[in-house]
Structure formats: C-alpha cells, structure tokens
C-alpha cells in the first residue's frame, strides 16, 4: 500500500511565477491536508479538504494560495505570484476519514525555493 | 486557544539515557495527542499516539504520560539510540484531523 505521494519533491520558481504542488492521498483515503513548514519551525495548517470540497481553510493565506481535491486526479496546491516568503516544506498528509478511529498520514513534502 | 507548546526546543542525551520532550495545550477540548518523528529531509511520521481517557501508552521504547487536568502530555525514549537523533512533534487536535503542532525538539544522541 503506497503511502501518501508528493511531487514535485523539490521545486525552484522564480518571484512572480505560479507553483503547483499535487498530493496523491494513501489508497482508500477521501481526506486530504496541507501543512506547511517554515525552515526550523513546526507544522503549520494549512487547509483540510475531501473530494472536491474544501472542508476547512482556515489557515491558507487569503491571496495567491488556493487549493483543490478533483473528483478524479490528485489534491493541487496552487501558489500564485510567489514571493521569497512562499520558500517553504509544504506537506500533504491523508487518512481514511473523520473519526477517532484514524490518523493522518503525511508524505515525504515538496521543497519550494523561491529565487 | 488553539496552541500547542513545546519544550525542550533542543535536546541532547547520551546512548542509553533516557530523553523527555513535553507538550502543554490549551483547549480542553482536544481529543487526539500524536507524536511524530521527522529526519532531515523527510515527512513527520507517526511515532505514537494518545486519548484523553488513558494517561499513559507504552509502545516499545516510546511512552506517553498524559496529565488532563495540568493539561499537559510527554514523550518518554527509554535507552534512547544514536538512531532516535531526529526532531519530534507533538501536535493536539481533534477527531485525528487539523492537527496544531508544537513547534519541535531536535534530539541528539551520542554514543
């Protein structure tokens, strides 16, 4: 059972230029969650969606960061315009559903350097 | 409401000792307390986790000892290993989602 599957693993862009991060979910799993990590610090929430909903976007940025979980297809975080600031880890993680009874999976990140 | 923290932010042991990481959270509401392990490089992964209504789980060398009423939950390595050198999360939440992280422990172990 593949785990939780993240590419690109490692993404320069340039400041101004879009970023596309894809999260392909463990299988069986409907719930889909990014994180990001500044250099140094913890894990920070990002935006917590199911199949084509978006469950919980509290902690996204209000502008140039938006996210998508298709009926068919991986979870894309999208990140328009980046700045220096943007330069992160950002982790997707999964988990079969909302219950007690599950936890959350995280894959390996995508490292996004902003030159 | 929402924070979770952390302490110690670095933490050196020596092989065989054991290393202590504790947490303190603040909504009394949470009812999910994981740990997770993460190498340079790498995502979290889960190490072990806790209910409220238990206040300790051992798994192997890793036990948590959970404090409901201080609000408060810590990570135990028993004979830790140059191969525990990583840095450690404890996160609170809800229902296993949206977890709010503590903010980390790098744990160095020498031989």
């Known amino acids: 059972n593949a785990g939780v599957m993240q590419n690109p693993r490692h993404l320069v862009r340039r400041r101004g230029q879009e970023a596309r991060l894809r999260c392909s979910p463990m299988?069986?799993?409907?719930?889909v969650y990014w994180y990001r990590q500044l250099p140094e610090e913890g894990l920070k929430f990002m935006v917590y969606?199911?199949?084509?909903?978006?469950?919980?976007e509290s902690g996204m940025p209000k502008e140039r960061f938006s996210a998508e979980f298709p009926k068919e297809g991986p979870s894309i975080l999208r990140i328009q315009q980046v700045v220096r600031g943007d330069s992160a880890a950002y982790f997707c993680?999964?988990?079969?559903?909302?219950?007690?009874?599950?936890?959350?999976?995280f894959g390996e990140g995508s490292w996004l350097t902003v030159v | 409401q929402q924070q979770v923290k952390q302490s110690p932010q670095s933490l050196i042991v020596q092989k065989g000792g054991i290393s202590i990481i504790n947490c303190a959270y603040e909504?009394?509401?949470?009812?999910?307390f994981p740990w997770y392990q993460q190498f340079p490089g790498k995502g979290p992964a889960l190490l072990i986790a806790?209910?409220?209504?238990?206040s300790e789980k051992k798994e192997g060398r890793f036990t948590i000892s959970f404090n409901k009423s201080a609000k408060q939950f810590s990570l135990h390595i028993m004979d830790s290993q140059p191969g525990d050198s990583a840095t450690y999360f404890c996160?609170?939440?809800?229902?296993?989602?949206?977890?709010?992280f503590g903010t980390g422990t790098r744990l160095q172990v020498f031989p």
């Open positions: 299988k069986g799993h409907s719930h």
């Open positions: 969606l199911q199949k084509e909903n978006i469950i919980d």
């Open positions: 996160a609170a939440g809800f229902l296993a989602d949206k977890l709010i």
């Open positions: 806790i209910r409220p209504d238990v």
């Open positions: 909504n009394t509401a949470f009812d999910y």
């Open positions: 993680a999964s988990s079969f559903s909302r219950s007690r009874e599950n936890t959350i999976y």
